[in-house]
């Protein structure tokens, strides 16, 4: 059975999120991804690095939070899956 997060993590923590999308949307996916995630906790300019894949067709959106709570994970995590083009989460 799994460990429910609540036990593997100490709040308050720092997190990171990764969001991977097509790279044809660009700056699109970027701004989707900080709005979904200012939803649930505001983020400061350098919270987000972006990363394309080794061949082009993809990129990762790493955002750092400082997460208050489990909720605000769980919260985040929701909102991520709602921003279209997402194709894996981590």
Not at 22 to 29: S, T, V
Not at 43 to 53: C, G, I, M, N
Request: aromatic share 8%; proline share 4%; charged share 15%.
């Amino acid at each position: 059975m799994a460990t429910p997060v609540r036990e593997l993590l100490n709040f308050p923590c720092d997190h990171i999120f990764k969001a991977f999308g097509p790279a044809e949307q660009g700056d699109l996916f970027v701004a989707a991804v900080r709005q979904a995630v200012e939803t649930v906790v505001p983020l400061s300019l350098d919270a987000l690095k972006v990363r394309a894949s080794n061949g082009g067709r993809y990129q990762c959106v790493s955002v750092i939070v400082m997460l208050q709570s489990a909720e605000q994970l769980e919260a985040i995590y929701l909102a991520l899956r709602q921003v279209a083009g997402i194709t894996y989460l981590l």
